[in-house]
């Protein structure tokens, strides 16, 4: 259905598929909804509707069918939804359980998206390509439709393996761990994680899980809601990469959880983010850069958290941010500062939507076109592919160079980023960098493929009286070898 770039196929020449958070701390990574991402052939493309909340026919073979689009935009790792078996009932009054978070026996496979050849088909095509496979893990919770089922049904039976029911009590650290996710309509019954016998279990199951389908890494779901030491045990039997899901911007309560488990999505990030380039809104990049400081100061290791702008529990950034351009340069800080890039399906096409099921919509309808943002996506992933392999970008941290009310300048690896938040119309204000290079040194904004001279003391204007749009410069010494801006004209831009 797409035809591969023939540059994809060197990244990882010479590479071992691994699944440690050194290896993965280089990779990229596009999150998807399985029953959203692609559809068998001849089925209707015009029948899903997000209103309805119920399956669309995505299925693990549709994703394996159809990896070019995601490889061709230069990521290394796909995240699918959960895999287990989800809850087979009535429907309820927020729909099916077409998104895969509804746990019923987590030991058995989700048979809406496929058989167990299926799924082993999708991760041994991944693999081949040289890519990884993260699966999303719920274990803090099943699912139900009161708040006193028949467990008879789930992989774990006895009712005192789980804690008893109670709404959660938000500024309670114990509540929050050991009350119920989810209402009384649809309630997330809370296991019992520290029940040795669950514990035990969880540890042979995710073992076996990860061996048998060949599982790269895992995302966990709702890390904050169990106790932090059974995620120690459990990712231990894992034996890969696992990345929390924290919910919430507190650097000390999301830091803490990399004490026993690799990494965490970085929410602190997101909403410093989200303060700083939608539009509108409080254009904040002095907290956004006070933010990234915090990070760096704050967790264990930076460089493996997991940054993105959109995920199935948060608006998608175009119901964020009216402005295209707000979307390019917080998408830059994403690849370019510290951490794993990861997008969410449906990013790279400017699908909008706020809240579930909205911003869970099909990714077909888009045509899967290469976008202004999809070639975006991919000449920052072509760059940070390249960076990976060949210098010390995956281990090295962000230093801020500049802040300003509309702007904020970068440096990791020598490579230099400047962002702006003030939107596509043109406007005769600048952003200055004061880089440690010397006076008419050579760099190239792969972006627009144009050269910036470098003033005395090293200083780098971008003005934005032309346009809008980031500057990533690279030292045209490193930039040897990229293939990025070969025989392209020197005025030529990504943007639209």
């Known amino acids: 259905m797409f035809h591969l770039s023939p540059w994809i196929f060197l990244v990882f020449i010479g590479s071992t598929l691994a699944a440690t958070a050194d290896q993965w701390r280089g990779r990229a990574i596009y999150q998807l909804i399985t029953d959203r991402y692609a559809l068998p052939n001849g089925a209707d493309a015009n029948a899903c509707n997000v209103t309805d909340q119920t399956w669309c026919g995505g299925t693990w073979l549709t994703i394996k069918d159809n990896l070019d689009y995601i490889q061709n935009a230069g990521f290394t790792a ?15 009054v927020y729909g099916d359980a077409y998104h895969g978070y509804w746990i019923a026996d987590a030991s058995q496979l989700n048979s809406h998206f496929g058989t167990s050849d299926d799924l082993k088909a999708l991760s041994a095509e991944l693999h081949r390509r040289g890519m990884y496979l993260m699966v999303d893990i719920v274990a803090n919770n099943v699912m139900a439709t009161s708040t006193t089922p028949d467990f008879s049904n789930y992989m774990f039976k006895e009712p005192t393996q789980y804690h008893p029911y109670c709404p959660i009590d938000w500024g309670n650290v114990t509540s929050v761990q050991d009350c119920w996710l989810g209402d009384t309509k649809v309630t997330l019954p809370d296991l019992n994680t520290e029940d040795p016998t669950v514990a035990s279990t969880y540890g042979t199951w995710i073992n076996n899980l990860v061996q048998e389908y060949g599982i790269d890494g895992l995302r966990i779901d709702a890390a904050k809601h169990v106790q932090a030491p059974f995620w120690a045990s459990f990712c231990a039997s894992a034996g890969v990469f696992c990345l929390g899901e924290v919910f919430g911007d507190d650097i000390p309560t999301a830091s803490s959880y990399q004490q ?13 983010i989200v303060q700083a380039f939608s539009i509108p809104g409080p254009a904040n990049v002095s907290g956004l850069a006070a933010v990234m400081g915090q990070i760096q100061n704050g967790f264990e290791d930076s460089t493996v958290l997991g940054n993105f702008l959109e995920n199935q529990d948060v608006p998608r950034w175009h119901s964020l941010s009216v402005d295209p351009q707000s979307l390019y340069n917080a998408m830059v800080l994403t ?3 510290d951490g794993i890039p990861i997008v969410y399906y449906g990013q790279e096409q400017s699908l909008d939507g706020t809240a579930d099921p909205y911003n869970r919509g099909p990714l077909w309808t888009s045509g899967y076109q290469q976008t202004a943002t999809y070639n975006l996506t991919t000449t920052l992933n072509k760059l940070r592919n390249y960076l990976v392999n ?3 970008w995956a281990q090295s941290r962000t230093q801020v160079l500049q802040v300003t009310s509309d702007g904020l300048a970068i440096m ?3 490579i230099v980023t400047i962002m702006t938040n003030i939107g596509s119309p043109p406007q005769n204000t600048s952003v200055f960098a004061y880089t440690s290079w010397p006076n008419s040194f050579s760099s190239t ?4 493929c144009k050269q910036y001279a470098v003033g005395s003391g090293g200083t780098v204007e971008v003005e934005y009286s032309k346009g809008v749009q980031p500057v990533i410069l690279v030292p045209d010494d490193i930039l040897e070898g990229s293939k990025l801006c070969r025989q392209v004209d020197n005025t030529s831009s990504t943007s639209d």
């Open 78 to 92: 796909v995240w699918i939804s959960p895999v287990s078996q989800n809850y087979e009932g009535p429907r309820t």
């Open 260 to 272: 026993v488990m690799d990494s965490v999505l970085n929410y602190p990030l997101y909403d410093a």
């Open 335 to 337: 690849f370019m500062s």
């Open 390 to 392: 060949n210098t010390n």
């Open 412 to 414: 990791k690896e020598n």
């Open 445 to 448: 904004d792969i972006l627009s």
